[in-house]
């Protein structure tokens, strides 16, 4: 369960709203339990979503307009702040690996997409105290087929503006270099096999595919026919003439060979 000596603690799953976060990091958190890894799914929630629920029922169009541009980033950062000390606290305690559903790093993009960079400063004094997490992966995904998935999904809605705002953010923060891309314009089981896929080697060696396994362990489909078994043909023996006798005319197909110390060497065809 160590990658080297280090024990998996925290992996986080990061990227624009749409990329498929959420489904990913349920996952993964099942696929590390199932592995003997035992994992837990956290949703580190910054409250937009519901601060703009609550700004519709007062009539306002978003939640911007409802507590201002700084009101928003300041409830973000402190719901996001306590959503991921609780989930650290909580692993910490159950020795299980926190598969984090968004991290500090979405909330560095957040600030930078709406333009308040002098949040930035603030958030990263705040968020020092968190461990980087092991592994991070940024669902990298095209902001039109964010739109369209979050258009589908009819649960709240997000404007192309923001998502390729965001997308631009995720890029320019300067832990971006050490993210693991993750293309998640794919569909949703080709990512987990990438995201699983990077993990293997913190698994332990009997839950990693072994593409040499023996036959026996393969499916019953996969079990190939046993191949017929092939007669085998005996050359004829051939006894050396006696003294005074004529040599047997070779049958077609054999061969012989001319002063050659020995009896003749016969061949027959199958």
């Given at each position: 369960m160590r990658r080297g000596?280090?024990?998996l603690r925290t992996v986080a799953l990061i990227g624009i709203d749409g990329s498929g976060k959420t489904t990913q990091a349920h996952r993964l958190a099942d696929a590390l339990?199932?592995?003997g890894r035992p994992a837990t799914y956290r949703r580190?929630?910054?409250g937009r979503r519901w601060l703009g629920r609550l700004a519709h029922r007062l009539g306002r169009p978003d939640a911007q307009r409802l507590v201002g541009r700084d009101g928003v980033l300041a409830v973000e950062s402190v719901l996001r702040w306590l959503a991921i000390a609780a989930a650290l606290l909580s692993c910490l305690l159950t020795g299980r690996t926190a598969v984090m559903d968004r991290y500090s790093a979405c909330q560095y993009a957040s600030i930078r997409a709406h333009g308040g960079h002098r949040w930035e400063r603030l958030a990263r004094a705040g968020y020092r105290f968190f461990p980087t997490p092991q592994v991070t992966f940024l669902l990298a995904v095209d902001p039109a087929e964010a739109y369209r998935r979050i258009e589908q999904r009819g649960t709240d809605h997000e404007t192309m503006g923001w998502l390729t705002a965001a997308d631009t953010a995720y890029r320019a923060l300067p832990e971006y270099p050490t993210f693991v891309l993750v293309d998640a314009g794919r569909p949703a089981e080709e990512v987990s096999e990438q995201i699983q896929a990077h993990l293997a080697t913190?698994?332990?060696?009997s839950a990693r595919p072994d593409p040499a396994r023996p036959p026996a362990e393969r499916p019953p489909s996969e079990v190939p026919e046993p191949a017929a078994p092939q007669p085998s043909v005996m050359p004829p023996s051939v006894s050396t003439p006696a003294a005074g006798t004529t040599a047997a005319v070779p049958a077609v197909g054999e061969r012989t060979s001319r002063g050659a110390a020995g009896p003749l060497v016969?061949?027959?065809r199958p």
């Amino acid at each position: 369960m160590r990658r080297g000596r280090t024990r998996l603690r925290t992996v986080a799953l990061i990227g624009i709203d749409g990329s498929g976060k959420t489904t990913q990091a349920h996952r993964l958190a099942d696929a590390l339990t199932a592995a003997g890894r035992p994992a837990t799914y956290r949703r580190n929630a910054s409250g937009r979503r519901w601060l703009g629920r609550l700004a519709h029922r007062l009539g306002r169009p978003d939640a911007q307009r409802l507590v201002g541009r700084d009101g928003v980033l300041a409830v973000e950062s402190v719901l996001r702040w306590l959503a991921i000390a609780a989930a650290l606290l909580s692993c910490l305690l159950t020795g299980r690996t926190a598969v984090m559903d968004r991290y500090s790093a979405c909330q560095y993009a957040s600030i930078r997409a709406h333009g308040g960079h002098r949040w930035e400063r603030l958030a990263r004094a705040g968020y020092r105290f968190f461990p980087t997490p092991q592994v991070t992966f940024l669902l990298a995904v095209d902001p039109a087929e964010a739109y369209r998935r979050i258009e589908q999904r009819g649960t709240d809605h997000e404007t192309m503006g923001w998502l390729t705002a965001a997308d631009t953010a995720y890029r320019a923060l300067p832990e971006y270099p050490t993210f693991v891309l993750v293309d998640a314009g794919r569909p949703a089981e080709e990512v987990s096999e990438q995201i699983q896929a990077h993990l293997a080697t913190w698994l332990p060696p009997s839950a990693r595919p072994d593409p040499a396994r023996p036959p026996a362990e393969r499916p019953p489909s996969e079990v190939p026919e046993p191949a017929a078994p092939q007669p085998s043909v005996m050359p004829p023996s051939v006894s050396t003439p006696a003294a005074g006798t004529t040599a047997a005319v070779p049958a077609v197909g054999e061969r012989t060979s001319r002063g050659a110390a020995g009896p003749l060497v016969a061949q027959a065809r199958p």
